[in-house]
């Protein structure tokens, strides 16, 4: 939680109202031929496994709550059930959980591929939910020669992508980008992509699992099959224009702290995520918002430990552990102040509705 500005409501309006506080969604874990039998240091339990798993998904809505009033439950049961003050301005009536977020511990190649707008995924995706696919990407870490490809580079047509498919050079028409632990890549709807290998990422995206592989690398599955490829469609949503997206610049939430770890990494329709580093403990006092405008965040830990500590309108004190690899739902209005202290150093991302 950056310096969001969250208003502070009328305590008459709570009386009756399930304290506020923070909750644990725990993971679940999502095999993929190009994932990790190590997931350490963000899961040191997870070693030696006995499938490769590429993905930890935060927020997928099977998830269960870890602790408080919802404790137990599926992420989607929570949602659905809780106060919708709770939820924030946006969601009175809860729809779908709007925000997916996932780390994903890639040692080999994902597909080449590409995700369909909202547009395309409303009228030809209804089955699979009809919303598409807007991503970010942050890199928590990454070994020397990293890198990813993302977009396409000036000139090529849909003749000369059909020719690379078939000659198996499809990687040559993509913009290559080297990575580095910090870096932050926005990729809308329509971008061909692909990560590479030595790097863990978080990823905060709409809710969809939309993917249309493009190439494949010739792999098999666990039983010798290829991995089902989706060229029509591919092409039906690929935006062959100059790339929109691509690796974005932190800024400063506060002026004059620019070096002080507090940045904005993302900003688009879909979401807003932000990046807070501290080497000891920082605290934040809040002040009121226009009616309408207050957003539940999602809070996730990047690497280290520490408190996060809030008075909330009640004005009485909470405070929860953090530890790498936790993702924690903050309820809308839950603090009037609140502040981190750090064992060492943590950093964290916070994901929200813009």
Known sequence: MLPRLIPNPDPAALKDEPDREPFRIEPTFSPRIWGSRSLAPLYPEKTSLA????????????CRVANGPFAGKTLA??????PAEWRGANFAEPGDFPLLVKFLFPTDKLSIQVHPDDTYASVHEQAAGGRGKTEMWHVVSAKPGAS???????????????????????EDLLERHPVHAGDTFFVPARTPHTIGTDMVICEVQEYSDLTYRVYDYGRVDAHGKPRELHVDKALAVMDFDPPHGGKVTPRSWIKGRENRGLNHLVKCSYFSVDRLDVDRMIDFKLAKLKPGQSRFELLIVLSGEGLL?????????GSIPLKPGECWFIPANTFESYSYRSNGEISVLTASLP
């Open 148 to 170: 990813l490809l993302l977009g396409l580079k000036a000139g090529v047509t849909r003749e000369k992508l059909l020719e690379a498919l078939q000659n198996h050079t499809l």
């Open 77 to 82: 049961e929570a949602w659905r059930e809780m």
């Open 51 to 62: 499938e490769p798993i590429g993905e930890a998904w935060l927020t997928d809505i099977n």
């Open 309 to 317: 500590t809030w008075f909330p309108p009640r004005h009485t004190q």
